[in-house]
């Protein structure tokens, strides 16, 4: 069993006590359609090493391979599995305070990635793409005050910089879009469209109540100047265009 504490230290300054395998899957399973989904956004914003999202990860792998099994077939096609991967890796978001807790959350859903394509399709990944998944995730998974919207330095003290998520969709066979707006404004504006208001009210007693990134991103934001960077490529090539 993983030790749920580092040290008195990070427990009295950091508040870093790790939640436990089985409470995880309980809470998961509050939401579980959710986890279940390849593309559902999750974001969580004291992520420490990845608890969570790595248990996430897992079940959207689970529905990746089944999407990429064709009709009649009973294997995934390796192709339609690693593009069903990367949307489910472009679907998880965290943030944290403290440097080395990200970096290891990073590398551990890497590992988690990377291994579950070489079981599903028994060879590795294409190096382009192994970089393209280390991309979205140096993105997705920021060093930040989640309650300032801030970026943190090497001291976890906040910077002027605000935190920036990159939103990612499959547009076309092979290519992905990448949007980024700041989070402080994402979370400020009420960019739910009434259809997801409406999903969001009737589902309180399944349990749909994370913080949901996947409804503030379902609308487009009112002032086009939220958007602050924004282009299309080939998913393998990501990596290739801006930071
Ligand atoms: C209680 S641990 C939880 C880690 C993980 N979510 C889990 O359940 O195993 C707390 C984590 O929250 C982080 N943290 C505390 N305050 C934070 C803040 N304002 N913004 C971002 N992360 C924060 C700490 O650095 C630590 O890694």
Redesign the pocket.
């Known amino acids: 069993m993983k030790q ?1 504490v580092k040290s008195k230290e ?1 427990v009295a300054y ?6 436990a395998e089985r409470e ?1 899957n309980a809470m998961l399973d509050l939401v579980k359609q959710e986890t279940e989904r390849v593309d559902s956004r999750f974001l ?9 999202l790595s248990e996430i990860l897992r079940r959207k792998l689970e529905a990746a391979k089944k999407r990429a099994i064709p009709p009649r077939k009973k294997r995934p096609l390796p192709l339609e599995y690693e593009k069903q991967a990367v949307i489910a890796i472009a679907s998880i978001y965290g ?4 440097m080395d ?1 990200v970096l290891a959350c990073r590398e551990r859903l890497f590992e988690i990635w990377d291994k579950e394509y070489q079981t599903i399709c028994k060879k590795e990944v294409n190096e382009e793409c192994r970089e393209a998944v280390r991309f979205i995730l140096n993105r997705n998974i920021v060093c ?5 919207l801030k970026e ?1 330095d090497e001291n ?1 003290n906040d910077t002027e910089e605000p935190i920036v998520f990159s939103e990612w969709s499959f547009v076309m066979e092979n290519k992905i879009q990448r949007k980024d707006y700041r989070f402080d404004k994402l979370l400020a504006g009420d960019y739910r469209p009434k259809a997801a208001k409406r999903k969001k009210k009737k589902s309180i007693e399944g349990g749909y109540q994370q913080m949901d990134l996947y409804s503030m991103w379902e609308a487009k934001p009112s002032d086009e100047g939220e958007l602050l960077t924004s282009y299309v490529t080939d998913y393998r090539r990501v990596q290739e265009h801006g930071e």
């Open positions: 749920q990070r950091h508040g870093e006590v790790f939640t995880i969580e914003p004291a992520c420490g090493d990845g608890n969570f943030v944290d305070l403290m807790n930040g005050n989640a309650l300032s943190v976890g």
